[in-house]
């Protein structure tokens, strides 16, 4: 059972549309965290938030404790936003839990 | 300000070497993590140490080790190598732990053969 869940696994939108990508989780956690990757490996942390909700130009993290679920959107996506997107959290005992991430492709 | 540093980028062992890994963290941060990325496993947490301390240690066997040095720089070590340990190996480091922002490296790709 993973202890984080994302959807969708792969996406393709068209240049210009809204995305949204969803991460559910099972354990308390202390901090959610949003990762984007690119080819050839280097993560970076979009979002870190343990409520409500945070945005950083045209990407939005929301996140709903009582239901355990966070949300990624992207407005207005371009072809630079393609990449894979991932969850992760951390929870009470200072454990680290990843997704196993959103592959977005968005198309000129 | 610099960046994550991890070294090397590539590397090719052969099963049953062992290996050692090196991170240096952004100036000031205090806590660097490990983990192991597989196209299998997808990313995993392998430990976390803070203040030359190791706070918290992901599923891994014995065989994977660390440790952090007084200005922060930290060492992942793997012995006994096997096929299943290829992967790339990103380190993070932060200001204090994982309610701080984590900042990662490119990664080391390890290769075994």
């Known amino acids: 059972k993973n202890e984080v869940e994302q959807s969708p696994q792969n996406l393709t939108a068209q240049e210009g549309e809204f995305i949204t990508i969803n991460c559910s989780y099972s354990?308390?956690?202390?901090?959610l965290h949003w990762l984007q990757q690119h080819p050839g490996g280097g993560i970076v942390s979009l979002f870190m938030l343990s409520s409500g909700k945070k945005k950083h130009g045209r990407l939005i993290a929301t996140i709903n404790i009582q239901e355990k679920h966070s949300s990624l959107h992207i407005t207005a996506s371009h072809p630079r936003d393609s990449a894979v997107y991932i969850c992760?959290?951390?929870?009470?005992?200072?454990?680290?839990?990843f997704g196993t991430g959103t592959s977005l492709t968005v198309i000129p | 300000k610099a960046g994550v540093t991890q070294t090397p980028r590539y590397l090719i062992k052969t099963r049953g070497q062992q290996v050692t890994l090196s991170c240096s963290p952004i100036?000031?941060?205090?806590?660097v993590s490990w983990y192991q990325q597989t196209p299998g496993q997808g990313l995993q947490f392998l430990f976390e140490?803070?203040?030359?301390?190791?706070?918290n240690k992901g599923n891994f066997p014995g065989r994977f080790s660390g440790r952090q040095f007084s200005n922060s720089r930290s060492e992942m070590n793997v012995s006994t190598l096997e096929l299943g340990d290829s992967a790339l190996y990103l380190c993070a480091s932060s200001l204090t732990d994982y309610n701080s922002p984590l900042h990662f490296g490119n990664g080391t790709r390890l290769t075994v053969t």
């Open positions: 992760a959290v951390s929870n009470t005992g200072n454990q680290f839990y």
């Open positions: 100036s000031g941060h205090r806590s």
């Open positions: 354990v308390g956690i202390s901090a």
């Open positions: 140490y803070f203040s030359e301390t190791q706070r």
